[in-house]
């Protein structure tokens, strides 16, 4: 397996009260500008790769800073210390402005949550697809008319359809609209965000299908961010669990949802309903989760909610440990593996 | 069912005028949910779902119509009763908690304030005595320091906690009948699981009708002892949790069951459902609104629908029902 993207000890911080307003910048000057405010710890210090022809779901709660992290890799939004590396190109220090226009802008591309929301309502389905290949691949005439409908055939969309405007779909045909403008450019990497999130069970097996033919046709890797633990045990071959801007677990996806190590983990997958068993004595989590604002360095993340926490989750934050394929982020990590066996 | 239901819905139909004419949402649907029972009505967006509980609510849009149908608490007629009676009934008797807590809590009241306002409207608690309850309420839902939170607004506070706030102020004035409209539709799933447990310990606690409103087959059969699967405005099937996943009769049932994504080994081997919800304004609309997408279509779908009852409570409305030995056998899932 070849490497595609590698992120390494990637943040975020996004200052609180940094907005705009005359009582806000005053309050900025007198107290040693935007650099001493308190700061939203969005993602913190994560590192992962993703290789060539993977798909790596993205699991965690909302606020856990899964978008931050997504968007930052995607180069929407700039991150505040990291590297992301696709191949060997150092993509981090471009401005996400800059990376606009750059060549790498069309290896990765994202899918976003809502498709209704994420496209231009003025924008027929023929203008969407064709607006990347527009900026990013600079054809026009017919050979934009041939890719557009070559990518819309692919993703299912009957080409009658390509002439309507977004209001006139149905919620699975946006769906297709937002899968084929991303993979028009032919990307390497594609980022999806929730993408069966406001669908119906039913037209939701349709696009999760879809998006694995198209995998197998074009060897893309894919990032699938996603709440719905059932969904990423079907599609990805690798999970990342995030708790509140950390990595708290990462693995295959079979074995992290079958033996999650990490409490978090345990309780997420203890939270999801099934259909052939009754949840009435599970394992719940209690309270709320920490501030984000600023936390306490070495204080567990998860301490406060964990029902396994003790005082040394108060002094020490546990570091990423691996166990064979997995890392965890907990220090009982032992206690819950299914036979011991000794932490490297 | 021993005792006489707490609800019962018995062919009730709504239409909805539109400027492109009239939407059939509901044609004689029945169910009834009896005392400390909790039902779930389940089934894809746009099957009705809500426009029941609107209708039982009295709370449907101006452009809505019950044209046919009661909706019987006790020995009144939800559909039939004075404006000034359904407001005395609504929140003492029957309560209900909205699928997005931050749109449906006054935004500039505190929380307090809006559980006090229940309390004294309908629970004969006296202006002074109000706010120290509301306090106990906000206590009883599991919110951490209630006193501090109740002078809060709901924009301070996370949707789960909103979401406890709007259960709160349901389940103040003690009410028989509890409807929940996705009640965790947008939480997380850690969020969701404890949401649940409580609305489930609280219903049990006192002993409450609960109909609880969901697309998601998974945990309406976690959380619910009979399911009433609804689609494009008729139901299908009504039958005990238990049975309906084991044998499910009626197809759009079984193609629901094979398409949710947790019966599945693989991606492959997860069923699709083809086509989509028929057009409701159609004149031309088939007795059976499933039978243009169903694959056991048969020519005896073109007469009226029948409800064959089973047996056991299980009510079905197919010609050409989804054989006995067809079993989809449940997978092991993992713990």
């Not at chain 1, 389905?125 to 005439?141: C, E, H, N, S, V």
């Not at chain 2, 404006?83 to 749109?103: C, H, S, W, Y």
């Not at chain 2, 965790?184 to 310990?201: E, H, K, P, R, S």
């Not at chain 2, 099937?237 to 193609?255: D, G, K, V």
Request: hydrophobic content about 40%.
């Amino acid at each position: 397996m070849t490497v595609l993207l590698d992120v390494a000890e990637f943040s975020k911080q996004f200052p609180v009260g940094g907005g705009p307003g005359t009582w806000a910048r005053l309050k900025r000057r007198f107290t040693g500008g935007v650099e001493k405010l308190p700061k939203v710890f969005a993602v913190d210090d994560v590192s992962f790769v993703i290789d060539k022809g993977e798909t790596v779901g993205l699991v965690g709660e909302s606020g856990c800073g899964k978008s931050t992290l997504v968007r930052a890799l995607t180069r929407l939004i700039d991150p505040s210390a990291g590297s992301i590396k696709l191949d060997t190109r150092e993509l981090a220090l471009k401005p996400s402005r800059v990376f606009a226009r750059d060549r790498d802008r069309a290896r990765i591309q994202m899918v976003f949550q809502d498709a209704g929301e994420s496209v231009n309502p003025r924008f027929t389905g023929f203008d969407t697809i064709a607006d990347p290949l527009r900026r990013l691949r600079k054809l026009r005439g017919n050979a934009l008319k041939d890719r557009v409908e070559t990518v819309a055939s692919q993703c299912g969309l009957p080409l009658q359809l390509l002439t309507r405007f977004p209001h006139q779909l149905s919620g699975g045909q946006r769906a297709r609209v937002g899968i084929a403008r991303a993979i028009a450019v032919e990307p390497e990497l594609l980022v999806l965000d929730e993408p069966t999130a406001a669908l119906d069970v039913s037209v939701q097996v349709v696009i999760l299908q879809l998006l694995q033919r198209l995998k197998k046709e074009f060897g893309m890797s894919y990032l699938f961010v996603s709440h719905d633990l059932s969904v990423v045990r079907l599609l990805c071959d690798r999970v990342l669990v995030m708790y509140l801007g950390k990595i708290v677990e990462s693995g295959p996806a079979v074995e992290v949802f079958e033996h999650p190590l990490h409490p978090y983990t345990q309780a997420l997958v203890a939270a999801v309903p099934r259909l052939h068993e009754n949840g009435s004595e599970r394992l719940r989590l209690v309270g709320e989760p920490r501030s984000p604002i600023d936390p306490d360095p070495n204080v567990c993340r998860f301490y406060g909610r964990c029902p396994r926490g003790t005082d040394a989750c108060k002094k020490t934050m546990p570091a990423l440990r691996r166990f064979g394929t997995r890392h965890v982020a907990c220090h009982f990590a032992e206690e819950f593996l299914p036979q011991p066996r000794i932490a490297s | 069912m021993t005792l006489a239901p707490t609800l019962s819905v018995e062919g009730l139909s709504v239409e909805f005028r539109t400027r492109s004419g009239m939407v059939r949402a509901l044609d004689n649907v029945s169910f009834s949910v009896g005392k400390g029972e909790t039902i779930a009505l389940v089934g894809e967006s746009g099957s009705g779902k809500s426009v029941t509980a609107y209708a039982v609510m009295g709370i449907l849009d101006p452009a809505g119509r019950v044209s046919a149908g009661r909706a019987m608490l006790g020995t009144l007629d939800l559909l039939s009763a004075k404006p000034a009676k359904l407001a005395e009934v609504r929140g003492r008797d029957i309560a209900m908690i909205f699928q997005n807590p931050r749109t449906a809590l006054n935004p500039i009241r505190t929380v307090g304030r809006q559980i006090a306002d229940v309390l004294m409207r309908h629970g004969k608690v006296s202006r002074r005595d109000a706010p120290a309850q509301a306090v106990e309420m906000l206590r009883a839902v599991g919110i951490t320091d209630p006193a501090r939170r109740a002078k809060a607004y709901p924009f301070e506070m996370s949707g789960g906690m909103c979401q406890r706030v709007m259960i709160a102020i349901a389940l103040a004035a003690k009410p028989a009948l509890l409807i929940a409209d996705e009640p965790t539709t947008g939480l997380d799933v850690t969020t969701q699981a404890v949401i649940m447990d409580l609305i489930n310990d609280l219903a049990t606690k006192m002993g409450m009708a609960t109909i609880f409103i969901t697309h998601d087959l998974a945990l309406a059969g976690q959380r619910s002892a009979r399911i009433v699967v609804m689609h494009a405005g008729h139901v299908v099937e009504n039958a005990p949790t238990a049975e309906l996943f084991a044998q499910p009769r009626h197809p759009y049932t079984a193609e629901l069951i094979a398409a949710t994504p947790d019966s599945a080994v693989s991606l492959d081997k997860l069923a699709s459902i083809p086509g989509s919800l028929p057009d409701l304004r159609r004149a031309d609309l088939p007795p059976c609104r499933y039978s243009e997408r169903c694959p056991r279509k048969i020519g005896a779908c073109a007469q009226p629908l029948p409800h064959l009852d089973l047996g056991g409570g299980h009510i079905v409305a197919c010609w050409n029902l989804v054989p006995e030995r067809h079993i989809i056998a449940p997978t092991v899932s993992a713990a």
